[in-house]
C-alpha cells in the first residue's frame, strides 16, 4: 500500500497492486480458518457469518470515508490510509507466546502456479478484449485454446502432486465440491453487480463516481445486519435454508430491476435490488466458505478456504470481464440497451448458483 501511494507512474501502481493482491492471496484464507478454528465446533456458519459481518460494516464505511479523503486530497489517500491500519493489525498479531504447535515446512508448486496465472488470464483476456478482437475471432479462440490445455495440465499434474495449488483430494467432498462450483456463479454474479449497476449509474444516469459508490454502500449495509443471523441458522437448521431463499430473492430482485429498469432514475426499482443484494452476499458468501470448511480435516481448512476464495475471485474476474464485454459488445445498439442487458448478468449467475445449491448436503449434527 505504501508503493501505491507513492507510485509516479501507472505501471507501478499496477504492479504495486499486484504485490498487495498477493499478500492478501496470503492473508484472507489464513484469517478465515482462524476464525473457524476458534468460532468453535457447530457454530462455523455463525462465524463466518460474525467475519462477514465486519466486513460488510467495512465496505460500508470505507467508501464514506475514502470519497472525503479522495475529494480533499487525491486518490493518493486511498491507499494511504491503509498503512496505518496494515501496522495496527500487525501489532494485534503481535505476540510473545511460542505456537501451540510446530507447523511443517511448505513447499509452492512454482510450475503450477504459472499455469494457473496464464491460463486464468489466457481465459479471461479475449472476454475483455471481446469488443475490439470478437468471441469467435481466430485471436480469441487461440487464446481459449490455450487456457484449456494449460488448465488441463494443472489438473492432471494436481492428480498427482500434493503441492499443486488445485488440491485434489478436497474435491472428495460433495460439498466442498459444490461450494466451488457456486463460488465460481457466485462470484460472477456478485462482482458483476458492483460494476454493471456503477455503470448504469454514471452513463446512463449521470450519477458521479462519488454519488454512484455512495449509493452503493446500501448493498453491504444490508448484508451486515443479515450476516451474523444467516450463520446461526446455517448451524441449527442447515446451509439449504439459508442459501436457497437468498438466491431467490437475489435473481429475482436483479431481474426486476432489468424488466423495469428507464432511462431515467427510478429509486423504487433500484433500491429493492441493491437490498437484495446484500441479503444474497449474507447468505451466500459467507455460507459458502463454512460449506467449504465443515466436513474437512482441521489441518486443511487453511487450503479449503483458500481453494473456495480463488474459485471466487476467478468468477469475480470472470464477471466483470463479461459486463465490460457485454457493454462493449452491444454498444452499437445504444449506451442504455448495453448497460441494461449487464444487469440481466445477475439473475443468470444467480440462477445457476441456485441450480447447484439443490444438491447440498446438509451436516449431520451430534
Known amino acids: 500500500m505504501l508503493l501505491s501511494t507513492l507510485a509516479p507512474s501507472i505501471w507501478l501502481l499496477v504492479a504495486a497492486r499486484g504485490v498487495a493482491a498477493a499478500s492478501q492471496a496470503l492473508m484472507g484464507p489464513a484469517a478465515v480458518a482462524l476464525v473457524i478454528r476458534y468460532g468453535g465446533i457447530g457454530k462455523e456458519s455463525e462465524s463466518i457469518g460474525r467475519w462477514g459481518f465486519y466486513t460488510a460494516l467495512a465496505g460500508f464505511i470505507s467508501p464514506l470515508i475514502v470519497t472525503q479523503l479522495i475529494s480533499i486530497f487525491s486518490w493518493r489517500s486511498l491507499f494511504a490510509l491503509q498503512v496505518p491500519i496494515g501496522l495496527l493489525v500487525l501489532y494485534c498479531l503481535s505476540t510473545s507466546e511460542p505456537p501451540e504447535e510446530k507447523s511443517e515446512p511448505i513447499q509452492i508448486d512454482k510450475i503450477g502456479s504459472v499455469l494457473t496465472i496464464v491460463g486464468l488470464s489466457c481465459l479471461i483476456l479475449p472476454i475483455v478484449k471481446s469488443d475490439s478482437w470478437g468471441l469467435i475471432s481466430t485471436k480469441s479462440l487461440s487464446f481459449f485454446l490455450i487456457s484449456i490445455c494449460l488448465l488441463s495440465v494443472l489438473v492432471k499434474r494436481s492428480l498427482k502432486s500434493p503441492k499443486s495449488p488445485l488440491q485434489t483430494h478436497l474435491f472428495r467432498n460433495i460439498n466442498f465440491s459444490l461450494s466451488c462450483v457456486m463460488s465460481l456463479f457466485a462470484g460472477i454474479a456478485f462482482y458483476a453487480h458492483w460494476l454493471a449497476v456503477l455503470l448504469f449509474m454514471v452513463e446512463i444516469w449521470d450519477f458521479s463516481i462519488v454519488e454512484a459508490g455512495l449509493l452503493l454502500t446500501l448493498m453491504p449495509a444490508s448484508m451486515s445486519l443479515f450476516s451474523v443471523w444467516f450463520g446461526k441458522v446455517a448451524d441449527r437448521r442447515g446451509f439449504r435454508l439459508v442459501v436457497i431463499p ?15 429498469i428507464s432511462e431515467d432514475f427510478q429509486l423504487v426499482v433500484v433500491l429493492p435490488a441493491l437490498i437484495g443484494s446484500g441479503i444474497g452476499m449474507a447468505s451466500v458468501w459467507p455460507t459458502l466458505t463454512s460449506i467449504g470448511a465443515i466436513g474437512t480435516e482441521e489441518r486443511s481448512i487453511g487450503s479449503a478456504t483458500s ?9 469475480g474476474a470472470l464477471g466483470i470481464a463479461i459486463v465490460l464485454g457485454v457493454t462493449n459488445g452491444l454498444s452499437s445498439s445504444g449506451a442504455f440497451f448495453a448497460h441494461r442487458s449487464s444487469i440481466l448478468i445477475m439473475p443468470i449467475a444467480g440462477v445457476l448458483t441456485l441450480l447447484f445449491s439443490q444438491f447440498l448436503q446438509d451436516p449431520h449434527r451430534d
Open 246 to 260: 437468498g438466491l431467490i430473492a437475489y435473481s429475482l430482485l436483479f431481474f426486476v430491476m432489468w424488466a423495469f
Open 307 to 315: 481453494i473456495i476464495h480463488t474459485v471466487q475471485r476467478i468468477g
